[in-house]
């Protein structure tokens, strides 16, 4: 509780509604699209006309409806893990906060689990090993490296896009964490020379988009959802994973049908196995919805 009361002191989603998303990024407050808010605005124009910067028509404008032609660059701390942001030219900033409660469970999940195990368990020939996959900035990743970093751990961060492998790296950077392998690459890629090279993992993150376009292919989440998670079933560990994620952000897929199709593709029950509404709360505004999560940790 106390990590998710951090955040938000750091955070606010203001209000969202007619396609856009109106939030507070510590000193800053970005008005930006969310084509998943298809509802009205809950609050009135005044308060949106108070954004400092606004994202429309593929560039950035200040509160003056100047265009932004210059880097705005400014960190924010999350539970004690600080992050770079800056307004990017697709219209992000460098964090997805409806992924927090992800974060917050991955710390947990890990910390509790190398406490019980102690030490001895793991040295630099049996190191503990996570791979998160789609993934950007490296949010899940920091909070991953963060939790295990006094143990002999590797993170493998992979993405496809060299500049958001670069922009995780300084992160890592700000918060001294130097147990993480970089990696561009195209996931299913990458995924598949893990699996020749008898690779084992006892974490997989996976976050893919509902759909990305890659140099040589593209990425549909219905369609290329099975190849995935085999996949990933080969990386697990044999003695078992420690724990599975997969976060869905496809407004069309059924939470329950999604989490049946997991739970058959890595035959584990569903009774183990947890769904979790990737909603972005507001105080004064309407909540947002972000997609689905499955996740598991073995007991």
């Known amino acids: 509780m106390q990590k998710i009361e ?4 750091n955070y606010d989603l203001i209000d969202c509604g007619n396609g856009r998303r109106l939030e507070r990024f510590g000193d800053y407050v970005i ?4 084509p998943q808010a298809l509802i009205d605005r809950k609050l009135d124009a005044f308060v949106w006309h108070r954004a400092d910067f ?10 003056k409806d100047t265009e932004v032609t210059g880097d705005v660059i400014w960190d924010i701390e999350v539970a004690n893990i600080y992050f770079k942001l800056r307004l990017s030219q697709n219209g992000q900033l460098g964090i997805f906060p409806e992924q927090f409660i992800n974060w917050v469970w991955l710390d947990a999940v890990i910390t509790d689990h190398l406490k019980k195990l102690g030490t001895k368990l793991y040295n630099e020939e049996k190191k503990f090993n996570v791979l998160n996959t789609f993934s950007y900035t490296g949010g899940a990743s920091m909070f991953c490296a963060s939790a295990s970093k006094k143990f002999a751990s590797e993170i493998c961060h992979v993405d496809g896009s060299k500049s958001s492998v670069n922009w995780a790296g300084e992160n890592a950077k700000m918060n001294g964490l130097k147990n993480i392998r970089w990696i561009v690459d195209d996931v299913m890629t990458f995924m598949k ?6 690779k084992f993992y006892d974490g997989i993150i996976l976050d893919p988009p509902a759909f990305g ?17 085999s996949t990933s079933k080969s990386l697990m ?31 584990i029950p569903e009774r183990f196995m947890e769904t979790v509404e990737l909603n972005i709360p507001s105080n004064r505004g309407n909540p947002l919805p972000c997609g689905v999560c499955i996740r598991f940790k073995k007991s």
């Not at 951090?6 to 002191?9: A, E, G, N, S, V």
């Open 6 to 9: 951090t955040f938000y002191r």
């Open 31 to 34: 008005d930006r699209p969310a």
């Open 54 to 63: 606004r994202f429309e028509e593929d560039r950035w404008l200040d509160n």
């Open 193 to 198: 020379r893990e699996v020749k090279r008898e």
């Open 213 to 229: 376009r890659g140099k040589n292919k593209t990425w549909t989440f219905n369609k290329d959802l099975q190849e995935l998670l």
């Open 237 to 267: 560990s044999p003695a078992g994973p420690l724990f599975f994620l997969i976060s869905c952000h496809d407004q069309d897929i059924e939470s329950t049908g999604l989490r049946d199709f997991v739970s058959d593709a890595l035959n």
